[in-house]
């Protein structure tokens, strides 16, 4: 069975890479805005679909395609990726001291039918001063990253503690995907 993953994120690519996965992978361009008023689970069910589907248009009916998408969560706002290195900071310093929570929508498409599903990991981070902020931004790629860090880079010495999926976390929780794939009937191993 052929993998497509409908993302260009590269964290998508090496986790399923640890798993003995080798995704084609196909970005999909879609806006990834969300609606006034949107609940967060429409949103990351919205926008996780459109992804998927825009590339399973492309005649990929045979092949297992995965979408995801993944943001972050401060007491029922929504943190995207920062527009620059002031948001960033705000981002950050917004976190600091705090627990929020990392949510990835997953899809999975395979011979016309759709799943879906959301992983949810709580993160509290420990009291971030403004010098270890401005050195995380000199010494890491802030731009692309939902709240503006990477656990598996230097941002993982922020982390106090992790309630759920580490993979989650990083963009693609993989034990999700492995029972997603199992209660279709799809075995990785077989």
């Known amino acids: 069975m052929k993998v497509v993953l409908a993302s260009a994120s590269p964290r998508r ?19 990834e805005v969300a609606r006034p008023a949107e609940a967060i689970d429409t949103f990351l ?3 996780t679909i459109a992804k998927g589907m825009a590339v399973y248009k492309k005649k990929f009916f045979s092949h297992l395609l995965i ?7 401060l007491n ?3 943190i995207g990726k920062p527009a620059d290195r002031a948001d960033a900071f705000r981002m950050l310093s917004r976190l600091s001291g705090r627990r929020h929570e990392v949510l990835t929508g997953l899809a999975l498409m395979y011979q016309g039918e759709t799943r879906f599903a959301i992983s949810r990991t709580h993160v509290h981070f420990k009291p971030l001063h403004d010098r270890e902020i ?3 931004l000199d010494h890491e790629n802030f731009l692309d990253k939902a709240g503006a860090y990477a656990i598996q880079g230097r941002a993982a010495i922020f982390a106090e503690r992790i309630d759920g999926c580490f993979f989650n976390v990083m963009g693609f929780p993989l034990n999700l995907f492995y029972r997603m794939l199992g209660e279709w009937g799809l075995d990785l191993y077989a």
Request: glycine share 2%; proline share 6%.
């Open 134 to 136: 401005d050195f995380y």
């Open 45 to 47: 069910e919205r926008v």
């Open 76 to 78: 029922d706002s929504l």
């Open 67 to 73: 979408s995801a998408d993944t943001v972050v969560l």
């Open 13 to 31: 690519k090496e986790l399923l890479q640890l798993i003995g996965l080798n995704p084609e992978i196909i970005p999909a361009d879609i806006d």
